[in-house]
């Protein structure tokens, strides 16, 4: 079986490269997988930066399409689709408050649970021309894997209900000048970028980075209620009717 992330060890830096075809979607396994990472870059001592990247076309297009579609087709669908987003929301956490630098290279779409990822991140870096949204409103959904909260930490609460409200999606000049991420750079010189990036962060001292790291958290991190409230909210939301309606068209749509 393909591993889904596939890991290298350059110098002070676990580099975990997404490689599930054919968009990186987000299921249980996906979830298990990059757990598995953060146990072992948090686990070794001589690593001090998770690079997370993506080997396919897009970073991550979010939630798998055949969890959604389970989501709207079975009674028990939507306590199942919400078990997936608590575990989406576990990982997300771990990656924000793990004793080492995160940082996510997006050289590819990131939408959905898929941006939700990049923002867990400490960091991320952006080609100039990819495509970055939580879109999920489309559907009559919210981003619930940490997506109200993230962002709206990020940028303020007007640019939050501007984005989420509107399921706005920018490309990553846009999202540079927004706060979305930190730095943007042509596509084509994203790779050398941030892997500069990684050694320049992986040079500092470890245990000083995740010092600093808890500092700066423990000034803006939310008491955790927000989490919370994303899924009841989400779980409410896979009953009502106009979110079926919307998310089986949806689907029909791209099936055809």
């Known amino acids: 079986m393909?591993?889904?992330?596939?890991?290298?060890?350059?110098?002070?830096?676990?580099?975990?490269t997404l490689a599930r075809p054919p968009v990186n979607a987000i299921n249980n396994e996906m979830i298990a997988a990059l757990n598995a990472v953060v146990d072992v870059a948090t686990a070794d001592d001589s690593v001090s930066v998770l690079h997370l990247r993506s080997e396919q076309?897009?970073?991550?297009?979010?939630?798998?399409?055949?969890l959604i579609e389970s989501c709207f087709a079975t009674p028990e669908g939507p306590d199942e689709m919400t078990a997936v987003v608590r575990r989406m929301q576990a990982l997300y956490?771990?990656?924000?408050?793990?004793?080492?630098?995160?940082?996510?290279?997006?050289?590819?779409?990131?939408?959905?649970?898929?941006?939700?990822?990049?923002?867990?991140?400490?960091l991320?870096?952006?080609?100039?021309?990819?495509?970055?949204?939580?879109?999920?409103?489309?559907?009559?959904?919210?981003?619930?894997a940490g997506g109200?909260?993230?962002?709206?930490?990020?940028?303020g609460s007007p640019l939050a209900l501007r984005l989420i409200l509107g399921a706005e999606v920018v490309n990553g000049v846009e999202a540079r000048q927004l706060g979305i991420v930190q730095w943007a750079c042509p596509l084509a010189e994203l790779p050398t970028f941030a892997a500069e990036i990684a050694a320049r962060y992986a040079a500092q001292q470890k245990s000083a980075l995740a010092?600093?790291?808890?500092?700066?958290?423990?000034?803006?991190?939310?008491?955790?209620?927000?989490?919370?409230?994303?899924?009841?909210?989400?779980?409410?939301?896979?009953d009502d009717p106009d979110t079926r309606r919307k998310v089986i068209a949806f689907l029909a749509r791209r099936a055809a």
């Open 2 to 16: 393909t591993s889904l992330v596939i890991t290298q060890k350059v110098g002070r830096v676990l580099v975990a």
């Open 57 to 66: 076309r897009v970073f991550s297009a979010g939630a798998d399409l055949a």
């Open 93 to 122: 956490l771990r990656l924000e408050t793990a004793p080492l630098v995160t940082l996510a290279e997006i050289g590819g779409s990131a939408l959905g649970g898929g941006l939700e990822l990049a923002l867990a991140c400490d």
């Open 124 to 144: 991320r870096v952006a080609g100039n021309e990819v495509k970055l949204g939580l879109t999920e409103a489309r559907l009559g959904l919210l981003p619930g």
């Open 148 to 155: 109200t909260q993230r962002l709206t930490r990020l940028c």
């Open 211 to 238: 010092a600093n790291k808890r500092c700066i958290a423990a000034a803006s991190y939310p008491q955790g209620g927000g989490y919370a409230e994303e899924l009841t909210r989400t779980r409410a939301l896979y």
